[in-house]
């Protein structure tokens, strides 16, 4: 059995290849990813924190990619502060969005979120840099939630 090659540092294969890796077996891309994400590669960052952010599509469907949106976040504010220009574009869609209970939200956007036996009617009012205010179905007064 032939050994293995490994790459250091981290290289990145040709723009098709890496497309076509991520968009068919976005779950053993992922690994590339976060492995040269890890060893201070930018792309590596960047694409980690993007497939992460928005999950990634798998042929079958066992290769494919969840979401992950913590530590999406994490991958993708270090590839913008590092200066990748997609990573900057990407911390500002999530800058403007709130998770609340699983569901991302937008300022102005309603939903239905799960709670205790049955589900809530929350509204999304606005988004600040450490809070996010929410009107909830049956009361008067919003609610302001903290970031943790």
């Not at 694409?47 to 042929?59: H, K, P, S, W």
């Not at 220009?85 to 239905?112: D, F, H, W």
């Not at 009012?125 to 609610?143: F, H, T, Y």
């Amino acid at each position: 059995m032939p050994a293995c090659k490994t790459l250091s540092p981290p290289e990145f294969p040709s723009k098709s290849k890496c497309q076509f890796a991520s968009h068919s077996r976005a779950s053993e891309a992922l690994q590339w990813y976060r492995r040269a994400a890890a060893q201070g590669n930018v792309e590596g960052e960047y694409r980690a924190g993007n497939m992460l952010l928005f999950g990634g599509f798998g042929n079958p469907k066992a290769l494919a990619v969840q979401p992950n949106r913590a530590e999406g976040i994490r991958w993708t504010f270090m590839a913008a502060t590092n200066g990748n220009p997609q990573a900057c574009y990407n911390m500002a869609r999530v800058l403007r969005e709130a998770v609340i209970n699983g569901k991302t939200l937008s300022e102005g956007e309603s939903a239905s979120v799960p709670f205790k036996s049955g589900t809530l009617a929350i509204k999304c009012l606005k988004i600040e840099k450490d809070s996010v205010l929410i009107s909830l179905d049956g009361e008067d007064a919003p609610r302001l939630l903290r970031v943790r």
